[in-house]
């Protein structure tokens, strides 16, 4: 059965396995790697994986978008390369937006540079750009990504 459950309840083991599925998409420096996921926490960020049995088969990591009210950010989403085109991308959003409106968030924003279509699928539609880190020289994501968000029904 699948499950979606912030890494940092899940047993030690689940960081490498995390840190084995985020590396084989991005590679990075395994402190730095080491580092983010071991920065999730229940006031995020969240970095929430996908479980199946003991298997790591997802990754998302949510964040608060400090200029924006109840806006979440997305980001390092990836399911293991040998399982991708069997819905557990959908499974790993979907559940993600769930969690994050039990959080009261109304609204997720996200940036792809050629995922485009899974995210439209998904309900995600093109929008203004929003200022998402700190530093006023990273203020705005460059313009070779899009930018994408959706609106949740939120009372
Ligand atoms: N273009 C168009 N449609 C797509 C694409 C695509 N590239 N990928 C998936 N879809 C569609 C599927 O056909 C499916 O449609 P359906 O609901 O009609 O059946 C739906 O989207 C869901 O597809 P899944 O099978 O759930 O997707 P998958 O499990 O392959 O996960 C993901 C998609 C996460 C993008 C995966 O391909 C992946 O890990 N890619 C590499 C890492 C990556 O690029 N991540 C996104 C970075 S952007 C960010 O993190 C904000």
């Not at 979606?4 to 599925?21: D, G, R, T, V, W």
């Not at 730095?32 to 006031?43: A, E, F, I, K, N």
């Not at 390092?76 to 959080?103: C, Q």
């Not at 313009?143 to 029904?153: A, E, G, P, Y």
Request: glycine share 6%; proline share 3%.
């Amino acid at each position: 059965m699948k499950e979606l459950i912030p890494l940092h309840h899940a047993a030690e083991e689940y960081f490498e396995k995390s840190f084995q599925l985020l590396n084989h998409q991005w590679p990075r420096l395994r402190s730095v790697r080491m580092g983010m996921l071991h920065s999730s926490r229940d006031s995020l960020p969240t970095s929430l994986v996908l479980v199946d049995e003991d298997k790591v088969i997802g990754h998302i990591k949510i964040k608060h978008l400090a200029c924006r009210h109840r806006a979440l950010w997305i980001e390092s989403v990836v399911i293991d390369k040998a399982l991708r085109g069997k819905g557990f991308g959908k499974i790993l959003m979907l559940e993600t937006e769930k969690y994050a409106r039990e959080m009261g968030f109304q609204i997720a924003y996200l940036s792809t540079y050629d995922q485009q279509g899974f995210y439209s699928r998904l309900g995600y539609q093109e929008c203004e750009k929003v200022c998402v880190f700190d530093k006023p020289v990273d203020n705005w994501l460059p313009d070779t990504s899009f930018l994408k968000n959706k609106i949740w029904n939120v009372k």
